[in-house]
């Protein structure tokens, strides 16, 4: 499916996800290159990051088959964002959408790219996907960019906690984890970059995240933008210019 830029594949699909119930969306760009999985801000869509200018800031890489973009749907209206049910099922219905992520859009990406490991990305709060994704899989992910992204999701539960939560919290479980399985992979086979801005809201949780990477001896690259730098698209399309 050809979509605003002449040259570029563009590719809609849709499927019944088992491991959600329900339909899901995946917008794909790019005929060939290394595949990007691509987690949206919060409550955001699959085509977001095309909505955005995301795709089109990165249009000729796409077209020379230097870079392939899976966009992905977020379930936050039914997991953070969803105060109607108790907080236990909100971390269940995260989880379940992880599952998907794993049984169904790792596979589509592995089959089509022909790599068993791939990068992720996200922009806010897909910032957050993106690092807790690649943190709990690291055989899977082999790069991970995070742009102005914050990364602990207790106020999002109204103070419950419990171990399920506990292992989808970057900050708590990375302070703790002496798992030389876990460890060894990011730190030989990761690469890890945490970008954002001076003026980025987010800032401080970039700090202190990279603090604990510091104190685990984890290498990775915290990128503080100057020159007014903020928490925005423009930013974003920027960063990623830089880092795809």
Sequence with gaps: ????FPFMNREYHHWY????????????????????????????RFYEYEDRGMIAALTHKYDAGRLRAF??????????????VPPRLRIERHMQWEQHILSEIVPMIRNRAQTDRIAVTGCS???????????????????????GGA???????????????????PPEYLRNLEDDWYLSLYREGLRLVLATGEHDPCLDANFKLSGILNKKGIPHYLDVWGDGAGHDWPWWQQMARKFF
Excluded at 17 to 44: C, K, N, T, W, Y
Excluded at 71 to 84: I, R
């Design 125 to 147: 709060f897909g910032g957050y996907h993106a690092v807790n994704f690649a943190l709990r899989h690291p055989d899977i992910v082999h790069t991970c960019v995070s742009m």
């Design 71 to 84: 966009c992905v749907d977020s379930l936050d209206a039914e997991t953070w964002n969803n105060t109607s």
């Design 17 to 44: 996800s088992p491991a959600l119930q329900r339909d899901m969306e995946i917008l794909v760009f790019g005929h060939d290159g290394p595949p990007v999985l691509v987690f949206p801000s919060f409550l955001g």
């Design 151 to 169: 990364f602990d999701i207790r106020g999002y539960l109204d103070g419950y906690w419990d171990q399920d939560v506990y292992f989808h919290n």
């Design 1 to 4: 499916m050809k979509g605003p």
